[in-house]
């Protein structure tokens, strides 16, 4: 399960490689995370470019139920 930072992260985050780069993320993380959630330091996301909170460019808000 994904905690809240790393929703953020997510979120937050440019993309340049869209769904296959999202899936390889959540992937890695899956694989070398340790506990039973994933926080937002478990998701080594390329180059951490992080976009600013006024783009167009954003993932849906994730349900967690």
Known sequence: ??????????????????????????????????????DSGDLVLEGCLEVSRNTSRRLPEFDSS
């Open 1 to 38: 399960m994904l905690n809240e930072a790393a929703k953020g992260k997510l979120v937050t985050y440019d993309w340049p490689g869209n769904v296959r780069e999202l899936e390889n993320a959540l992937e890695r993380s899956l694989i070398f995370n340790k506990g039973e959630n994933i």
